[in-house]
């Protein structure tokens, strides 16, 4: 990733001492950096590509446009690059959005400095960031909505199923690794699997299309 084995970050939040305050605590780390910070989408892109962030964290509502919109552009330029929307608002619906462009997770405005510095070191490494609440809420929204197409066929083997099932419930590979019982080079080889059948850019994406097609059994998510 980047030299150093930091962890590069872009920032983008209008309201400048929010960013300011987020770019602070990451330069604070020794295994990541804030390259820049913007207030626009056009801020955004302009740093972006000067900077070639490895992960970017974007509020959704910026004066110009809108912040999931604008890293799906930017993931058509970088298809590494690691997305994580913070908001003041989480829902099904923005989930579901940031899934689909392959986004790694979604923070609450509210959320603690740790707790937006351990979602970006997830994001760094491939892992998702989100509330286990919003994954029933999906779940429960899943199960309740009809398809509008069949479901494509996807074989998963009995421990990618365990797996999955502890991926929607917002667990990491180290701590499924201990619930399973078995290594965190194993855990991370079935997500590997599991995101290449499920044809999923991120974790989330992984999670939300299994919700969607039924492969997440209800006791799963809710253990």
Known sequence: MAELSQIRIL???????????IAMAVDLQPDMRCVGIAATVAEA???????????????????????VEASRS?????PELRIVVLTAYTDVELVARVASIGGCGILPKESSISSVLGALRRAGEGAMS???????????????????????????????????GCLS?????????????I???????????????????????A??????????????ARR
């Not at 920032?11 to 305050?21: I, L, M």
């Not at 509330?131 to 066929?153: K, Y």
């Open 130 to 164: 989100v509330e286990g609440g919003v994954l029933s809420a999906l779940l429960e929204d899943a199960q309740g909505a009809r398809p509008a197409v069949s479901a494509p066929t996807v074989s998963l083997t009995e421990r990618e199923t365990e797996v999955l």
């Open 207 to 220: 999670v939300v299309k299994a919700m969607r097609w039924g492969l997440v059994p209800d006791t799963e």
């Open 45 to 67: 892109r302009a740093v972006f590509l000067t900077a070639h962030p490895d992960v970017l964290l974007t509020d959704v509502r910026l004066p110009d446009g809108d912040g």
């Open 74 to 78: 930017l993931l058509e330029l970088d």
């Open 169 to 181: 419930q917002g667990l990491d590979p180290q701590t499924i690794a201990r619930r399973l019982g």
């Open 183 to 205: 290594s965190v080079h194993t855990c991370r080889g079935h997500v590997k699997s599991i995101l290449g059948k499920l044809e999923a850019h991120s974790q989330l994406e």
């Open 11 to 21: 920032v983008v939040d209008d309201h400048r001492a929010v960013a300011e305050s």
